[in-house]
């Protein structure tokens, strides 16, 4: 409905404004036409299409408002609205999206002091500065505090992981209505995208579908149900996660799955090629004129359009098709292909568990060889460690080693060493010298230039002792940019010096991304895939960097800690 669209650029040009201080009936005639346009029951295109007249009889619609409206409807574009914004902080208009502040709140603070986006508006609240302004005060100020915080949880993309995690629960959930015959995930978190905008979850039903739904929007965590219909319905769960909830014929299961899950670019692609085979495929299957030949799973919708399967990380319409097409998809690497990890702390540093927990934890687990990588000293605020610290440390590696001897596993002696702004290391050689394997990574000062980081990074995969650099770009999802870098050149580098780049599997860094990842993987790069893990509950981690690792089209081979330990000590010995 093109309704809403007039609403939303007339509700703007309202809002504009009343911020600039016009007219005060002019900026109401508009947020009033918003109003009545919104709650509409008939689409105005429609009705302007069977007789324009009937535009002018909605209330609050003029002359004016029916020539911009004929406008949109025309063009789908507004002259007076895109002036007005071209002319105007977008910023401002992002702070009418808080809770609580309106046109006036955002015009008294902007006039006041010059404040122009949400993020200058935290901080001038954290400081105290907006409580003296007329009609506010502390209160004011928290309140502002808490609608930025609520508004950021239900923008921002959720990290992969943590959707992982409430769809598993979710699903448990649906799985226990027993009219559910199969329940699955779909949508980006099945191609395990690094952050996802909504979960889609696909449902066939033995019987009937409706109890199926007032079974899903009964869910106890949900804090608003926003569509409730007999074979689709939409919740958003009180982290902010929207979930949207399909009901499918339990025979078109898998070409559902196989559609909804997309990416929209891979099924566009796979739709075209099947047309030229003279094949329809949709939601419902794989249709030779009218007759649905492939539906009951994934792997009938490929074969049918003459493709082996594709793991759904790979969806992208990036060249998988192509690849499948020549049989020559990667043979994506699996969880059980890691032997060890190579970047953990313990609570010598920031970690949470003493050096033998870690320890003994990560061998229960199976691994064969770990790394132990505390902060080095550079890094107070992590409680780096001196080298004196570092040496006696190194001790208890050893008796530990003993210990584990006869036991096919070994500790490796490591640290996560800072790369200082110059791009030298934070110990120096004889201490560096003293270390198996440990990941080198930027901790501080990172607004460089890029020609500056990039020369600070290089330097450091230089360095002969270094045969990691760690989390690569800095970036943390919805926190903080990556910093520049040419991570050509990185990559250049390291495939020239024989230093691996990580793949670091924090759920808020997942660093190096996906695209990354391949362009290291066609130069011939190594990866490490390391949970930098701070607890051994994140040793599960490690999951989340092979799933991104699989996006990046990598290899068993490509990743260095999926060799034996013999394997691993000869590949940097040269
Ligand atoms: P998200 O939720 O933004 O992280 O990304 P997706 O990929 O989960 O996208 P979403 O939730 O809008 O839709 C789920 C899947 O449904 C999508 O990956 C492909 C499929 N799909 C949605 N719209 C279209 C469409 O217009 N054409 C085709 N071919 N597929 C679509
Ligand atoms: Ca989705
Ligand atoms: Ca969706
Ligand atoms: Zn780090």
Redesign the pocket.
């Known amino acids: 409905m093109i309704n809403n669209k007039i609403a939303d650029i007339f509700q703007e040009i309202g809002d504009i404004l009343e911020i600039q201080d016009e007219n005060h009936f002019r900026v109401l005639s508009y947020q009033r036409a918003a109003q009545v346009i919104r709650n509409l029951a008939d689409d105005i295109e429609v009705a302007y299409k069977k007789d324009p007249k009937r535009i002018l009889a909605i209330r609050g619609v003029g002359k004016d408002l029916f020539s911009m409206i004929e406008e949109i409807i025309k063009t789908g574009d507004c002259k007076m609205h895109k002036d007005l914004l071209s002319h105007f902080h977008p910023g401002l208009l992002d702070m009418l999206r808080l809770r609580g502040i309106g046109p006036k709140k955002v015009k008294l603070i902007y006039m006041n002091l010059g404040i122009k986006d949400i993020k200058e508006l935290e901080e001038a609240a954290n400081e105290g500065k907006l409580r003296d302004l007329p009609g506010m005060g502390e209160k004011t100020e928290i309140s502002i505090l808490q609608s930025i915080k609520d508004l950021k949880r239900y923008s921002e993309?959720t990290l992969m992981p943590i959707a992982l995690n409430e769809a598993k629960v979710l699903i448990d959930y649906i799985l226990g209505c027993k009219e559910v015959k199969k329940c699955e995930y779909?949508?980006?978190?099945r191609?395990r995208?690094e952050t996802?905008?909504?979960i889609?979850i696909l449902v066939s039903a033995k019987g009937k579908a409706k109890p199926i739904m007032d079974h899903f929007i009964k869910y106890p965590h949900v804090d608003e149900i926003l569509a409730h219909g007999p074979t689709k319905s939409s919740i958003v769960l009180n982290t902010g996660i929207q979930i949207?909830l399909r009901v499918v014929e339990d025979e078109n299961f898998g070409a559902a799955l196989h559609?909804?899950?997309?990416?929209?670019a891979h099924?566009?692609a796979i739709?075209d090629m099947a047309k030229k085979k003279g094949l329809k495929v949709n939601e419902y299957g794989v249709f030779k004129g009218e007759k649905n030949i492939a539906g009951k799973t994934e792997e009938d919708v490929f074969k049918s359009v003459g493709l082996p399967f594709i793991i759904p990380e790979l969806r992208e319409n990036d060249g998988e098709i192509e690849a499948a097409k020549k049989g020559k998809l990667p043979k994506s690497i699996e969880l059980k292909d890691i032997q060890g990890d190579l970047h953990m702390h313990t609570n010598a540093s920031d970690g949470s568990q003493p050096l033998e927990v870690v320890i003994e934890e990560a061998f229960k687990s199976g691994y064969k060889y770990i790394a132990i990588t505390d902060h080095s000293k550079s890094s107070h605020i992590a409680n780096g460690l001196d080298i004196h610290r570092l040496l006696t440390q190194y001790k208890e590696i050893d008796k530990l080693n003993k210990h584990y001897k006869d036991k096919d596993f070994k500790i490796l002696k490591g640290s996560e060493v800072d790369i200082l702004p110059d791009g030298s290391l934070d110990y120096p050689d004889e201490i560096l010298a003293q270390m198996d394997i440990f990941p080198a990574s930027v901790h501080s000062r990172f607004s460089m230039s890029q020609k500056e980081m990039t020369e600070r990074i290089i330097k450091a995969i230089q360095n002969p002792y270094v045969k990691i650099i760690g989390h690569p770009t800095g970036r943390l999802i919805n926190k903080r940019e990556p910093y520049e870098v040419d991570m050509e050149a990185i990559i250049d580098a390291a495939v020239a010096c024989n230093t691996a780049l990580e793949l670091n599997a924090q759920p808020a860094r997942l660093d190096l991304t996906d695209k990354y990842l391949r362009m290291a993987k066609k130069k011939g790069a190594k990866i490490s895939i390391g949970t930098d893990s701070h607890h051994s509950s994140q040793r599960a981690y490690m999951q989340y960097g092979i799933y991104i690792a699989r996006r990046g089209w990598l290899e068993k081979n490509d990743v260095i800690n999926t060799y034996s330990l013999t394997k691993l000590l000869n590949h940097f010995k040269k």
């Open positions: 993309r779909a949508g980006s978190l191609r995208q996802i905008g909504d889609d949207d559609y909804f899950t997309g990416s929209k099924n566009i739709r």
